[in-house]
């Protein structure tokens, strides 16, 4: 059994990072970071809010750092 796990990335969040779908997700959760998944057109679009970063995170998902 492989023991290698690779973690997603994380960012820090800018004001230049187009991140949809964020208005489909609960406000005031206290999140530290938002998972997202980058779409084709360069932009990002939002998932879940997380608290701490999970273990069932997929490796392709970008967390971004608030």
């Not at 949809?20 to 360069?42: F, I």
Request: glycine share 4%; aromatic share 10%; net charge positive.
């Amino acid at each position: 059994m492989n023991s290698f796990r690779k973690w997603p990335t994380i960012i820090k969040h800018s004001r230049e990072l187009r991140i949809t779908n964020t208005e489909q997700l609960p406000h005031g959760t206290g999140a530290k970071y938002l998972e997202t998944m980058p779409a084709h057109n360069g932009d990002y679009v939002a998932i879940a809010w997380r608290r701490k970063i999970l273990d069932n995170i997929p490796c392709d998902h970008i967390l971004v750092e608030f």
